[in-house]
């Protein structure tokens, strides 16, 4: 079998999880992801198989599309909600000023890497030094976000956004930026990719229907 089948990642899986499931399901060793998906969050994730997986990185370097949930008037350890707490803010829930810092990143802008994040440095995974209580310098990396709106404010301290963005963007900083431009702090809590290049999340399927339909 060749080709690229269209996962929804459902939230508790890691994507390597999905690609085990996949592999084991059609019986067929070459199978890959194309970008990681935090357990936490779900939606659209491509999985190559076979011949396919030559244009994993392809893929990976698509756009993507994600519609996350912000939490204002506090900072957390990992950015998103499944980290402790480590600041708490008064936040005043004021529309205009919540559009105007959203819109402002628009376009390109510098953006450091999280800790809790699988990029390397000196060989080491950055998440796999966080656990341990360390925290290295990381490069700013320029990334663009090509489109970002609100979809819905949720007072008393959420909004809801959808965010078309270059590879490499990290939403959970996207939203802990936003907190800061506020100075009122924020982390994301909850994600979904609705598109990852071509791939998007109407025509996308379970692991369930997958095994369904193998069988």
Known sequence: MDGILNIYKEKGYTSHDVVAIVRKTINQKKVGHTGTLD???????????????????????????YIAE?????ETTTQDSSGEIIKT????FDEEKITSAVKSF???YMQI???????????????????????????????TIYNIEILEFLPPDKIKISVDCSKGTYIRTLSADIGKKLE?????????????GNFNIENSITIDK??????
């Open 113 to 143: 890497p999280p800790m809790y994040s699988a990029i390397k440095i000196n060989g080491k995974k950055l998440y796999e030094l966080a656990r341990q209580g360390k925290e290295v310098e990381r490069k700013a990396r320029r990334v």
């Open 70 to 74: 912000i939490t204002f008037g506090a």
């Open 184 to 196: 009122s702090g924020a982390y994301m809590s909850s994600l979904i990719r609705s598109r990852s």
């Open 39 to 65: 357990p936490d969050a779900e939606g659209v994730l491509p999985v190559c198989v076979g011949k396919a997986t030559k244009l994993a990185d392809y893929i990976m370097n698509s756009g993507k599309t």
């Open 106 to 108: 628009e376009g390109e």
């Open 89 to 92: 803010y008064d936040f005043d």
């Open 210 to 215: 997958l095994k369904e339909l193998c069988q």
